[in-house]
């Protein structure tokens, strides 16, 4: 139980292009879902926390306008990064809180984003 | 906010001896402290976690340490095997927010 997917896995795309990330809760229903970006070699930096219904709570020093996301149902939590630059390739990873278990969160397997 | 530091960044240890990394924080709030492996290109895999009202909790070769009033919280694995080798994260949970430390890099010599 507690399986989180995230697609796609790896994406390359073109400077100036959006690109969409989904993250789902297959076998729980999640309240929150956290969006993490990873550099290499480096630790996990928490974007931002998003509520299912409500607006998604940004870390500072994160633009919620480069970085849209959104939480429409309690299995699924998407993150757009739009006008992506070569600044922005990372490896992106979603994780989700299982309402059931106290505190416990479930990680994605990540979404490798290169932008040319 | 929370600020979890942790150390060291890496580690070597020959197989069979024990790793012990360490991670301190800042938020006296924060009461759930978990602990994740993960390997190159993979996610990050809860191996152990704490809450704040145990001070110590074992799982075969891996337990962590919990002191609430020094704010510093210990994964101890020990047998080390080669296939333990990976980066290691500490964080702490507040609220709703997790806070990592910056990773460990475990090297287990076979």
């Known amino acids: 139980g507690a399986v989180v997917s995230q697609h796609p896995s790896w994406v390359i795309c073109k400077s100036g292009t959006s690109v969409k990330i989904e993250c789902r809760s297959l076998d729980f229903q999640a309240t929150t879902m956290f969006w993490y970006r990873q550099f290499p070699k480096q630790s996990l930096m928490l974007m931002a926390t998003?509520?299912?219904?409500?607006?998604?709570?940004?870390e500072q020093g994160v633009e919620k306008d480069k970085f849209l996301i959104n939480h429409a149902s309690l299995t699924l939590s998407t993150l757009t990064v739009t006008s992506a630059h070569p600044e922005d390739s990372s490896f992106y990873i979603c994780s989700a809180r299982d309402g059931g278990r106290l505190n416990e969160q479930f990680f994605g397997p990540g979404t490798r984003l290169t932008v040319l | 906010g929370e600020n979890v530091e942790q150390h060291p960044s890496t580690l070597s240890v020959q197989e069979g001896d024990s790793a012990v990394i360490k991670c301190t924080y800042s938020d006296s709030a924060s009461n759930y402290f978990p602990w994740y492996k993960q390997e190159l290109g993979k996610r990050p895999q809860l191996i152990i976690d704490i809450r704040s009202n145990v001070g110590e909790k074992k799982d075969q070769r891996i337990a962590v340490t919990l002191n609430k009033t020094a704010k510093h919280f210990s994964l101890h694995i020990t047998e080390t095997q080669p296939e333990d080798s990976a980066v290691y994260f500490c964080?702490?949970?507040?609220?709703?927010?997790?806070?990592f430390g910056t990773g460990t890099s475990l090297t287990v010599i076979p």
């Open positions: 964080a702490a949970n507040t609220g709703n927010q997790f806070y």
């Open positions: 998003s509520n299912e219904g409500s607006k998604a709570t940004y």
